[in-house]
């Protein structure tokens, strides 16, 4: 009976070591991809939900007869189902923004064919979410940086999220887009705080675009903070929030929330001490632009109704614009703003590519500045001076050719192991 006992923990669900593989390598190859399309989120989730099932049933299964470890398979085997229903599910969610992934629908084929081998029922008990991230706020509560370095002895790993120009957007994932968005799309929105940007056409332009409002609301969080909101507008970037006061939620002789700014009425610093975040918001030329700073424990604690993030995933793929292909007026006109462009920024990187836009969608040669103030914003928020000049739009999405390439390869192997199982 034992040596049954030890042959079921070693056979059973053979696949659960297939995924765990196929996940890792896929989210080491290039991180850097996932966008609007959260796959890789679903992915970790039923990775995370399966963990501790084999250690259960290796723990278990010994002691008994054949009986009690059958019992133990049967278990392990519905707590897969329960996996497989919430993987499932959460493909489900994501079916609009991953239309045309194959990441998306090589996960959805390969959850069909599990639910079958395992001879899992549609309907039943899904597993837990994970928790969302809270609990980072306990000890010190309205430090998180404090509190963070204590509780995991290191710094928090940050993010990144710029927004300027016509909009040009470089997401916390280092995608880089350019929007044709008009009117008001969230940028964040999480548990912490929710950004929207207003989008609106330039004049004189039929194809220019550019940020006129901002607004940012900080979300009630304990005994921290209430909830404040901060507004921007063109000609309009107040160093208050919008009930007048510079800052909120003191505590212990700190304040959670501060405001400060260097150039009165064009640029905005704040300063949100119970998430470790930091936002600049400054007006270049006749646009608005946005830069974050926060930690990926509060960028990743969101639900999934919401589900329309620009800073998260980029922008919808209907309304994504190609920098390297701008509407050209003239040849002289697209030398004149590289040349212009060039003189400004030290790298042809996509931070140069959005400059050489700009100029020539709007004719405005005060639009370059949206793109250098994007880029010191990035150098001053990404620790990491290697990471701050992104490749150009085409080799990205190189990138992201050889990346499904991968993953139909490494798919394929993953069925092909199933089946010889």
């Known amino acids: ?8 923990r070693h056979t059973a669900l053979p696949w659960k070591h ?43 299964g010994g002691g008994g007869g054949g009986g009690g470890a059958a019992l133990t398979r049967e278990a392990v085997n ?28 090589s996960a959805v084929q390969g959850i069909e064919d599990l639910l079958i081998q395992h001879r899992c029922p549609r309907a039943g008990p899904t597993a837990q979410p994970r928790p969302l991230p809270q609990g980072t706020l306990l000890g010190d509560a309205c430090l998180y940086e404090r509190s963070f370095s204590i509780r995991e002895g290191r710094t928090p790993e940050y993010l990144h999220c710029g927004v300027f120009g016509d909009p040009h957007i470089r997401t916390f994932n280092n995608d880089f887009q350019t929007c044709a968005v008009q009117g008001a799309w969230p940028l964040v929105d999480n548990e912490y705080l929710y950004i929207q940007a207003t989008s ?24 921290c903070v209430d909830q404040q909101l901060y507004q921007a507008e063109l000609d309009n970037v107040p160093a208050a929030f919008a009930d007048g006061s510079v800052s909120s939620g003191e505590r212990r002789g700190h304040h959670s929330l501060t405001v400060r700014t260097q150039s009165p009425g ?44 620009l800073c998260v ?24 703003a590289q040349a212009h462009c060039a003189e400004l920024l030290p790298a042809r990187d996509v931070y140069y590519q959005a400059c050489v836009f700009d100029l020539i969608t709007s004719g405005d040669l005060n639009s370059s500045v949206a793109a250098v103030n994007a880029l010191q914003d990035a150098t001053n928020m990404i620790s990491d001076a290697q990471r701050v000049h992104l490749q150009p739009v085409a080799s990205a999405e190189q990138g992201r050719a050889r990346l499904d390439l991968m993953l139909l390869l490494l798919l394929l192997g993953m069925l092909g192991t199933l089946t010889g199982a």
């Not at 080491?28 to 039923?46: G, K, T, Y």
């Not at 499932?88 to 998306?104: E, F, P, V």
């Open 1 to 8: 009976m034992e040596h049954r006992a030890a042959i079921g």
């Open 18 to 60: 297939c995924i765990h593989l196929t996940v890792l390598l896929v989210q080491l190859s290039l991180p850097e991809v996932a966008a609007s399309c959260r796959i890789l989120r679903c992915n970790s989730d039923f990775v995370a939900a399966t963990l501790d099932l084999g250690s259960s049933s290796s723990s278990s």
């Open 78 to 105: 519905a707590g897969y189902c329960s996996a497989l229903r919430s993987y499932a599910m959460c493909t489900k969610r994501m079916a609009r923004a991953c239309r045309g992934d194959l990441a998306y629908h």
């Open 200 to 223: 609106s056409p330039t004049r004189g332009g039929t194809h220019a675009t550019a940020l006129t409002k901002i607004t940012i609301i900080f979300k009630n969080w304990r005994q």
């Open 266 to 309: 064009r640029h905005a610093e704040i300063r949100a001490a119970h998430i470790g975040t930091l936002l600049v918001v400054r007006q270049s030329g006749r646009s608005l632009g946005l830069s974050v700073r926060s930690p990926r424990g509060i960028v990743e604690a969101f639900g999934p109704e919401q589900d329309l993030q």
């Open 313 to 336: 995933w980029g922008c919808p793929a209907a309304q994504r614009l190609n920098t390297l292909r701008p509407p050209p007026p003239d040849f002289s006109s697209t030398t004149s």
